[in-house]
């Protein structure tokens, strides 16, 4: 089963992503560190996010080893990602990737913006996962602050506005996609009702085309 997680920044859809793999025993991977990844080489070499020639080289030659850098969750490394994420050769570059994992066998969940609609509209599972933006820039600094990073709220916020400006193109939910608004959930409440939805899922399914519950 390919469980399709999509959806804002800081909606709280990677934190439910990571949880609904450990529940099933599938494999996790949060799309966005890819960007990040790619952003943040940009970065360390010296580039800027509208090099996009260079940026789709090194999108190009992705490393899986990236995904371990230090710095991969700062600010900044969001920021670039939001920035190189509106590069079609870079998404492209990224795409094979994301479409190779999801397809595993067994099974994946995938979280991001199009995996829904574009990495895997096959998947039998898919959650729009989204929150009011107020809520969503005081979870991003708490998350900040506890790592011990210096920001101003307002600033994350600013910050969010823009990353959903930049995102909105590729991030539109799939026709199918079950909506779960976590502005006033805990987490609890989130995967509860995420579990619900995939246990239906399996359920139509096993009964309509003989494809394994997860």
């Given at each position: 089963m390919i469980i399709a997680v999509d959806g804002?920044?800081?909606?709280?859809?990677?934190?439910?992503?990571?949880?609904?793999?450990a529940h099933y025993g599938l494999p996790h991977l949060d799309?966005?560190?890819?960007?990040?990844?790619v952003g943040l080489r940009?970065?360390?070499?010296?580039l800027r996010a509208n090099d996009t020639d260079a940026a789709i080289s090194i999108a190009e030659s992705f490393d899986p080893a990236w995904l371990h850098h230090p710095e991969l969750r700062n600010r900044e490394a969001g920021a670039m990602a939001s920035a190189?994420?509106?590069i079609p050769g870079v998404r492209k570059a990224l795409r094979d990737y994301q479409q190779h994992f999801a397809m595993q066998e067994g099974g994946a969940v995938l979280d991001g913006r199009d995996i829904g609609t574009v990495i895997a509209p096959m998947a039998e599972v898919k959650l729009w996962v989204t929150a009011d933006a107020a809520v969503r820039a005081g979870r991003r600094f708490r998350e900040l602050v506890a790592r011990g990073q210096h920001v101003s709220e307002a600033d994350i916020l600013a910050d969010l506005m823009r990353r959903d400006a930049n995102d909105a193109p590729?991030?539109?939910?799939?026709?199918?996609a079950v909506t779960i608004d976590t502005s006033a959930m805990?987490?609890?409440a989130v995967f509860a009702r995420a579990v619900a939805i995939v246990e239906e899922r399996a359920r139509a399914a096993l009964a309509g085309d003989g494809?394994?519950?997860c």
């Open positions: 804002p920044a800081a909606s709280g859809k990677g934190s439910l992503a990571a949880r609904l793999a799309t966005g560190l890819l960007y990040r990844a940009v970065r360390l070499e010296g190189i994420a509106v590729n991030m539109v939910p799939a026709a199918d805990d987490l609890n494809v394994p519950s």
